[in-house]
């Protein structure tokens, strides 16, 4: 997921599992010592790692195939029927089977034992705040397929349901999933860790007038009659579970891909995507095939709390990305290339988010420079990069690191943070210009293939990186340097740097406005892109006076911008600086919009002095029918801690040269 795509939910849930996990005897984190790649290798296969937030037992027996029957109910807000699971023995001692739950209702468990469903006994554990309620199936058979009834609650951790006025249609209904990283087990009993990897295939029954999608094989002729059948014949894991429901309609991109939206958003989202066969083709010219068949997005409503969401066939999209330009369309690169890094090759836990965050980022930003050329790229790096140097100084160390040694403690909140998406991508960018992209290339394309459909630690990447890339070409990375990036904290010295002309000359026009009150001439500024916008708004210090607000404010129209990559940046300052026309536009923004990378900067610049937070509060009970509970919980933080000052600060007087972007609030992307 982020601004690109998805971001792991960060959630107080990991930091207590992790460190439940370290205190508890036998609970062990990585099996694999990273050193031990030293050794005469044989071929590198998937380690062994240990996935704390799961109760399933994949060594004993592992899902195959999962078969669902489900009626969808938007009255009572519930998903009720069957799930039919395919197992694979693999323990001949084994005599149960461990599901993940959450909040669902076990109504029944089945065995099938010598071709007849007989009844299994089931027991469901108290509820677990982090993991939900482990349900142990008594098998003592091993029967091959197990049959489990069950219902969800309303309020489902991983399914927000909309009533019609929350939609851009305003007629009927909408549903959507957010599987990652562990809510699929409160709309799925599953084994809901990305370990364990199984087709799946579905029937599912709704209201006749809703369309529903799933992360599978969407047919855009499909009648919209209540009776929705679907089929995913490529091994996935639970966290790529996906379902949405509402007033969707289909518009092709080209034969293998298109857009499902509101009717209202899908001509405007069909031509703002229009690129994305072209981007297909490019991933595959680089890394091989697209191995999952079509490539479609969904729009979402707006309050879908993350950019994007890799669900396989079937992005799931943020509308904020629609305007006009295609200037943000670097997150459908990003969950495009998710098709690869990702869904093909996968963590094998959240510890290792780099191997999915870093690698997506990566290859989004070659898939960006393919189609939109260097100049465009290189501003997609800085920006990424300079967040990341603004947000890594505010985190403890132990999180600053692609990959935790085994051994240390983190705070797993902050598991799969901007480090894994930038400093991971940073890191294969400098691996690719060590060793050229000749080598690199071929290389990542060879990763994908060895490890297509399977989910690997990172000691399994540096294994094979040995093998297939370090040592063919020896003298181009030294051993401390790869040890430094995967362990160390901070950005490592030898990363390699990217400058952007094109940004420089936004540097430029800020420092000479800030000089001089004269503002850049419109033949600069006419063709600045989103981007050019972005940097020179995040280059302004903390505050400015509000003259100067009041001029940008007048020429640029930054107040009720319909860029919310702009207005998140824009809003904040305007707040910080007591610049009250924009108090309005900025609350009615995080009113409307639900995705949390765009609206927490506004609510942190808000709680900072007393009418800011009373706004706060006021925007949050106004948005919260409509906010998906992962983002009502991040505002509601934010307005826990807020330390207002009583009244909005008076801006001092412009420092003589531009100062650091702030850096509250940046330490926290996981959007
Ligand atoms: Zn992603």
Known sequence: MPVRSMRVPRS?????????????????????????????????????DTDEHSYAEPARVAIDDLALDLDLDFDTKTVAGTATYTLQWKDGEAAQLVLDTRDLAIEGVEGDVEGAWQPLAFALADRDPNLGSKLTIEAPQRPAKVRVRYRTSPRASGLQWLEPAMTEGGQLP??????????????????????????????????????????????????????????????????????????????????RSGVWAEPSMVDRAAAEFADTEKMIAATEALYGPYRWERYDLLVLPPSFPFGGMENPRLSFITPTVIVGDKSLVSLIAHELAHSWSGNLV??????????????????????????????FSGMEWVIARDALKRGIK????????????????????????????????????????????????????GYFDHFAFQSIPTETFLAYAKQHLFDPHPGKVTDGEIQEWIYGPGIPASAPQVLSPRLGIVDSAR???????????????????????????????????????????AAYHFTGTANGEIAMRWYPLAIRSGYTPAYEAGTAFVEKIGRRKLIIPVYE???????????????????????????TASVEKVIAEARPAPAPVPAPAPPAQDAPPPAEGSAAPAY
């Open 605 to 631: 610049a808000l709680v900072k002095t007393e009418p800011g937070l009373a706004l706060a509060r006021a925007a949050l009970e106004n948005a919260r029918p409509g906010y998906h509970p992962i983002t």
């Open 346 to 375: 996968t963590f094998s836990s959240a510890k290792h988010g780099w191997l999915n965050e870093g690698m997506t980022s990566y290859v989004e930003n070659r898939i960006v420079e393919a189609l939109y050329g260097e100049e």
């Open 511 to 553: 420092l000479g406005w800030r000089g001089s009150k004269q503002l850049p001439p419109t033949s600069i500024t006419g063709p600045w892109s989103t981007q050019e916008w972005l940097h020179f708004l995040e280059g302004m210090p903390e505050t400015l006076p509000v003259a100067d607000l009041q001029q940008l404010d």
């Open 174 to 255: 909408f549903m959507f999933s957010q599987s990652q990283q562990i809510h699929a087990r409160s709309w799925v009993p599953l084994q809901d860790t990305p370990q364990v990897r199984y087709t799946y295939s579905a029937r599912v029954r709704s209201r006749p007038d809703v369309m529903v999608l799933m992360s599978a094989d969407n047919d855009p002729q499909a009648a919209r009659d209540g009776d929705y059948a679907f089929s995913m014949p490529q091994r996935i894991p639970s966290y790529l579970m996906a379902i949405a429901a509402g007033d969707l309609v289909f518009k092709p991109i080209s034969a």
């Open 394 to 445: 505010g985190m403890p160390e132990a999180t600053q690191s692609l990959a935790i040694r085994p051994g240390t403690q983190l705070d797993a909140d902050d598991a799969l943070s901007q480090v894994s998406y930038d400093k991971g991508a940073w890191f294969l960018q400098f691996l690719e210009q060590r060793f050229g992209r000749e080598v690199f290339d071929p290389f990542l394309r």
């Open 12 to 48: 107080p849930v990991l930091a207590a599992l992790v460190l439940a996990c370290l205190l508890a005897a036998g609970c062990k984190r990585e099996a694999a010592d990273p050193q031990a790649a030293d050794a005469p290798a044989p071929r590198p296969a998937a380690m062994v």
